[in-house]
């Protein structure tokens, strides 16, 4: 197993943890408060949890060789994987942005929302907000990994399945 795979399994694990935690609050939040934004970003985050467990099985079959992907597989590997280079894509950007007002100390429409608050909460917020942007980033970071590793690893497959007819 070289390292690259070793890598994809443990991304696709962070991923799946990841989603899945974030998801059951996500339901309770949007129980309670029934908005649409809830829901969509739920939707985002299913589509993380599916892709992760798309590419388990992705990796089941190429650790066995025996084992052939349903049809759908590659294709979902595909829509969703493009769903989720999205999601991390914008949590990186929003992260070196939100990253970027801090350090610049221009905080934007953050400024409006942080006046509404007393000092010492508006103080513990703007402190909250620089480890919440490397989180994003992070977070980010790990979901386009791991779907550029999925794709990679998905064309090995194909790769693989081309050269024996049989399998």
Same mark, same amino acid.
């Given at each position: ?23 059951? *609050?996500?339901?309770? +939040? =949007? ?7 809830? $829901?969509?970003? #739920?939707? /985002? ?42 999601? *991390?894509?914008?949590? +990186? =950007? ?7 007002? $801090?350090?610049? #100390?221009? /905080? ?60």
């Amino acid at each position: 197993m070289t390292f690259k795979f070793k890598l994809f399994r443990g991304l696709t694990a962070i991923n799946l943890m990841f989603s899945t935690f974030f998801l059951m *609050g996500l339901i309770i +939040v =949007l129980f309670t408060t029934g908005s649409i934004q809830v $829901l969509s970003f #739920g939707i /985002l985050l299913g589509a993380i949890l599916i892709h992760a467990i798309l590419s388990l099985h992705l990796q089941k079959a190429l650790l066995d060789s025996n084992m052939v992907l349903k049809e759908s597989t590659p294709g979902g590997i595909r829509i969703i994987g493009g769903i989720c280079l999205f999601v *991390g894509g914008y949590m +990186v =950007l929003s992260g070196l942005s939100l990253f970027m007002m $801090l350090k610049t #100390g221009n /905080l934007g429409p953050l400024e409006e929302v942080m006046k509404q608050f007393p000092d010492d909460q508006r103080a513990t917020m703007t402190a909250m907000l620089k480890p919440m942007s490397f989180f994003f980033i992070i977070v980010g970071a790990v979901i386009v990994t791991n779907v550029m590793l999925s794709y990679t690893f998905l064309k090995q497959y194909k790769n693989r399945q081309d050269e024996d007819p049989l399998f």
